[in-house]
């Protein structure tokens, strides 16, 4: 609920704090002298538009701030109201704002530049003020905010007049979404599991015809190629050189020769033994040698077949991997893959049956409740078009449209003024006939969040009509806050709290008081008849508060 409102610098307002009752309050005070501007005030804490030119003229901002109660003394059996209450938990909650047991929300309209908005003192954005207090506060009156105007509200209150459980579309939706998830995981549907099997199958056997077995190897074809390439040019010299460096070649034999002529002397031990060294490394440089030449001779076959076989694995490692040690790890990775996908199919198989299952219980659900749906709304329709002769719409025509099954898609429709068709309850240009038709629709299903303002529900009604519409809203107020902006005493009559609102006497400014007793029959008093003093308006108004 709405416990205290802080208004300051707002139109004609310069500094007035409220506190509000848990039931029904009524706000009066002549034409003029405020009372839309505390219905401004609220709109502005639910995220409505700033418009600077509110802010009174000898201040450069206005301010409005509202305490919401969440855990009150109030009782309710309204289970919406308190659901209302547990999704504002659960916004808070996201958002991280600091939770209470009450919600403080601030709004800063400035003249020049943009407003700021608060929720418990830490900054939100203004689209956040909505999705918190929106389900907390509705305000009914032209140009207000009203739950009832959107088509999830709608769809709540047809549910809510026909006791709709829809627990079990819900628990069958929630399972046919985890059962295709599973799917999912399992190699998405049918199809797509199929698609992923055919692709995972070809780069295997792409991979496997190239029959890897060394991660090097492309380095070593690399060395070939080359040496296949130079072969006519190099394979001469590397012969010759083979000669030279040979066992018979003249290189050898010089060496021989050499060693032998200082080899007996023990003072030339240390050269003797570096000629014996070069003699060695020269036989082994001349047997590389040949071994060179024996493999330099031109190949074109064999070089062609390297060349093939290097674009070969050229191609696997675009596709693969950087290098031939991650192409072979690739393939022992979808050589896995593979294996589960396969197995899976059989549990792909009795996931699919069930889900079968599942969407044909799906569909009978979602039949029995969009005829119960169908017929709850002609039901409805009934009963709100007799609660709206009682509130002085006798000739409107109220109508509830359910599209197919379930039903979700629910309108309120509306002709104030036949023989007009019905229409959308958002094309009602009359904020007295919007607010009664939200009251009325309250009323028969008890769809509100717990608190629910009105302006302007009385405008062109009287007399036992009056009657009515007041019952009607002290009615709504067993349950849940109600505030009502009235000119007619038989509303004022029957509410818990009563606030005037009046202008302060020679100065700019708005006085709001709570009246109790005699100030209470005299303002009925003047509402009856403009005359505060008249002794007949005052037993009139005795006699509405007795009643």
């Known amino acids: 609920m709405l416990a205290e409102l802080a208004v300051r610098n707002l139109g004609i307002i310069k500094d007035m704090t409220l506190q509000f009752d848990n039931h029904m309050t009524a706000l009066t005070g002549e034409t003029g002298a405020g009372k839309t501007l505390i219905t401004e005030a609220v709109s502005l804490l639910l995220g409505g538009r700033a418009d600077p030119v509110l802010v009174g003229p000898w201040a450069e901002e ?47 309209i400035a003249r020049k530049g943009r407003s700021r908005a608060y929720i418990n003192a830490k900054l939100a954005a203004t689209k956040s003020l909505g999705e918190v207090a929106g389900h907390l ?271 979700d898609d629910v309108e309120f429709l509306l002709s104030a003024n036949p023989p007009l068709p019905p229409g959308s309850l958002r094309k009602i240009v009359s904020g007295g006939e919007l607010s009664r038709v939200t009251l009325a629709i309250q009323l028969v299903c008890r769809q509100a969040p717990p608190t629910v303002v009105f302006d302007e529900v009385d405008a062109g009604v009287g007399g036992a009509t009056a009657v009515a519409v007041g019952e009607a809203l002290a009615s709504l107020a067993t349950d849940r806050q109600v505030f009502v902006v009235t000119h007619l005493p038989q509303v004022a009559a029957l509410a818990n709290q009563h606030l005037r609102v009046s202008k302060e006497p020679a100065s700019i400014g708005v006085e709001v008081r709570s009246l109790e007793g005699s100030d209470r029959e005299e303002e009925l008093a003047r509402m009856l008849s403009g005359s505060p003093e008249s002794q007949t308006a005052k037993d009139h108004a005795r006699e509405l508060l007795s009643a």
């Open 137 to 407: 506060v509705d305000l009914h009156g032209q140009h207000l905010h009203q739950s009832l105007l959107r088509p999830v509200a709608q769809r709540a209150a047809l549910d809510s007049f026909a006791k709709i459980d829809i627990t079990p579309l819900r628990e069958v939706r929630s399972h046919i979404k985890e059962l295709k998830s599973k799917l999912n995981t399992l190699g998405g549907d049918e199809q797509a599991r199929q698609r992923t099997l055919d692709m995972l199958h070809h780069q295997l056997d792409e991979i496997s015809a190239a029959r890897l077995s060394d991660p090097n190897e492309d380095e070593q074809l690399q060395t070939d190629e080359k040496l296949l390439s130079e072969a006519a040019e190099s394979q001469s010299a590397v012969q010759q050189a083979a000669y030279i460096t040979g066992g018979d070649g003249p290189a050898t034999i010089a060496l021989a020769e050499a060693l032998g002529l200082i080899d007996s002397y023990e003072s030339l031990a240390e050269p003797s033994a570096r000629l014996r060294r070069l003699v060695e490394e020269l036989g082994e440089a001349g047997t590389e040698l040949r071994f060179l030449s024996e493999r330099l001779e031109a190949d074109p076959a064999r070089l062609e077949e390297i060349v093939e076989r290097r674009s070969l694995l050229a191609d696997l490692r675009r596709k693969y991997g950087h290098t031939l040690a991650e192409v072979m790890e690739y393939a022992s990775r979808i050589g896995s893959e593979l294996e589960e996908l396969e197995s899976t199919e059989e549990r792909s198989a009795e996931i699919r049956a069930e889900l079968s299952k599942l969407e044909a219980q799906e569909q009978k659900i979602a039949a029995e409740i969009g005829a119960t749906r169908r017929q709850a709304a002609l039901e409805l329709t009934e009963e709100i078009t007799s609660c709206l002769s009682q509130l002085a719409m006798p000739n409107a025509r109220f109508e509830v449209a359910v599209g197919e099954d379930p039903g």
């Open 62 to 108: 206005a301010e409005v701030e509202g305490r919401f109660v969440l855990a009150s003394d109030m009782t309710t059996s309204n289970m919406t109201a308190s659901d209302m209450t547990d999704m504002t938990l659960a916004k808070v909650e996201e958002d991280n704002y600091e939770l209470a047991n009450e919600i403080i929300i601030r709004r800063v």
